[in-house]
């Protein structure tokens, strides 16, 4: 394997990091901005100021334990989402998974997942997200998500599968109407 | 002839999920449901109206099982507050959703669709709000979905996983001056060290005796802290009054993923601190003195919270350096406890009450504390910035403790008070 496909790199963000600082500065959250870019670029500036400036969209945080805790907003979400990353978590609390997945977030629960990684390091995911392969030779096999889930992620999560749908269901219309017509 | 092997039984929630998803569902399995309810409060207001506009649809799928009140922002202090009220109240007349409960109309959407009759036992619930699992007091399911509440609105189903449920046997009685709330604090801790299981959802579902002597109120408020367990929520099972409550119960020999017992009768009346000590006995903060009380919120906001409150304070006033605020989490709380005096003897204490809903819980708009102050509260956090100054600290405790503590103008315990 080449390392040509080696393209996205890891970045590592530690236990316990929470919506409402670890993520995102609760100031975003508070005034209950839906600036997109803004919030973007202040992605986990609290623990690491430099880390959004450097992250590029398909890149890898890899979080250990209890990822996205406490009362998870919004506004981090939108952050996460906005930067196209990929989470590769320990764990994460339910309710702060299923928002994510519905937000479309690429989301995989991988346990041990901090000790193999070098933060920086540049890493391969199958298309699936099943095997992770790192430049210094460790493998991750995160938990592969249930496919009903994967498929609303890789549709762009929830806001993006009604869009689809309400075009779906106007298009119905149309046509009944149009039946209407000739009958 | 071989026996036919009998399935295993189902938990409340597997049957609870099983009949709305169309399908058989157990533990762990991700199906589509269709809601028999779906609750929204207005701190949506700006998200569905942007989703909504944006997707221009021209009708909901069934706007008679939606569900909406007005309660985090009650009392408008803000151009950006009062223009979401606008717009809520604008989709609901364009969808044509009746069960909308406007400003002093109603109150806290967590509670008010139980006062409505809005969710019946057995049902299956939406949530928009984390806390809407309070619905699990009377035997429904809720389970909370932030901001993709629009979904299940616009589509009529969305996606749940079924929860894994743990068994949580209260036993005893409680000691004299311990409430609820405390009981709830207790099995916060006594699950804090347990590992739950990854890849799926869990629910606690609480019996015994224990249990089966809480009033609804007190059934809330167990249900509520589920979500500081790492669970999602809880259940009871129905009142044994609700006709069809068997239907609604866990089978004998249901798959619980675990078994749990907690003797009430060892609970002592505690605090959560802000300082990451977590929840201690009352008499282990030493009398930390304190600028405000709060008493409200669909943690501990309840008719039995303001009586508890009414009963420490009757005939007595507030410390001077205090400020007390009382938020009934209804309409129809306020006007039982207006009927039966207890506004009065709250209000002679030197309370000031605030209308119906979330109160100061809800990011303190109202009720904020000044710099370096200290709040003792009945509310569901005390995250830092939840009263507003991240300076300030709060700490957390039952109606009785918070009375006394305003009476003293120190945190002490409504036994140490009197």
Partial sequence: ?????????????????????????????????LDRAELRAHLFSTLRPDLSSRIQSGDVIVAGENFACGRLHAQPIMALRESGVVIVAASVPYLAYRRMIDAGVHLLICPDSTSAVTDGE?????????????????????????????????????????????????????????????A | MTAVPHPAGLTLSEKV?????????????????????????????????????????????????????????????TDDTARAGT?????????????????????????????????????????SDVNGVNLGAIGAVAVPIGAAISAPMILGEWWAQVPHTIRVELSGTPRAGVHSRDIASHIVTALADIALPTGGPVTLEFHGEYAASLHIDGRMTLCHFAMHTGAFGAVFEPFPTHSGAK???????AAFWMRLSIDTSEVVASVKTPDGRGVVPVDAVGATPIQQAVIGSCASGFYADLALAASVLRGRRVHPDVRLIVTPVTRAVHDRCEREGIVADLRAAGAIFLEAGCGPCAGGRVGALGPGEVS?????????????????????GSAATVAASAIAGAIVSAEEER
Avoid at chain 1, 3 to 25: E, Y
Avoid at chain 1, 124 to 132: N, T, V, W
Avoid at chain 2, 38 to 66: C, K
Wanted: charged content about 25%; glycine content about 8%; overall charge negative.
């Fill in chain 1, 122 to 182: 540049r890493v391969r995911m199958s298309e699936d997200g099943s095997l992770l392969t790192t430049e210094s030779g460790a493998s991750l096999r995160p938990h592969a998500l249930p496919l009903a889930l994967r498929r609303l992620v890789d549709a762009g999560g929830f806001e993006a599968a009604l869009a689809r749908e309400v075009v779906a269901r106007k298009g119905h219309m149309r046509l009944d109407q149009s039946e209407g017509l000739l």
């Fill in chain 2, 17 to 77: 999920f099983s009949r709305a998803a169309g399908v058989p569902a157990t533990a762990g399995a991700v199906v589509d449901v269709r809601p028999d309810l779906i609750t929204v409060h207005d701190g949506y207001a700006a998200m569905l109206w942007q989703q909504f506009n944006a997707l221009d649809f021209p009708s909901l799928d069934d706007p008679e099982r939606i569900f909406v009140a007005i309660d985090h922002e009650v009392h408008y202090t």
């Fill in chain 2, 376 to 396: 003792i509260a009945t509310v569901s956090d005390n995250a830092t910035g939840r009263f507003q100054s991240a300076g300030a600290a709060i700490y957390l």
């Fill in chain 2, 247 to 253: 239907a609604v119960a866990s089978d004998p020999d």
């Fill in chain 2, 87 to 127: 717009q809520l109240r604008e989709l609901c007349r364009r969808y044509g959703i009746s069960q909308f409960y406007d400003v002093g109309r109603g109150g806290n959407a967590n509670v008010l669709p139980v006062e409505t009759g809005a969710v019946k036992a057995g049902d299956f619930v939406f949530a």
């Fill in chain 1, 1 to 33: 394997m080449s390392d040509s496909t080696m393209d996205r790199r890891a970045w590592l963000v530690g236990d316990d990091v929470d919506g409402d600082t670890g993520i995102l500065p609760l100031r975003f959250t508070a005034a209950r901005s």
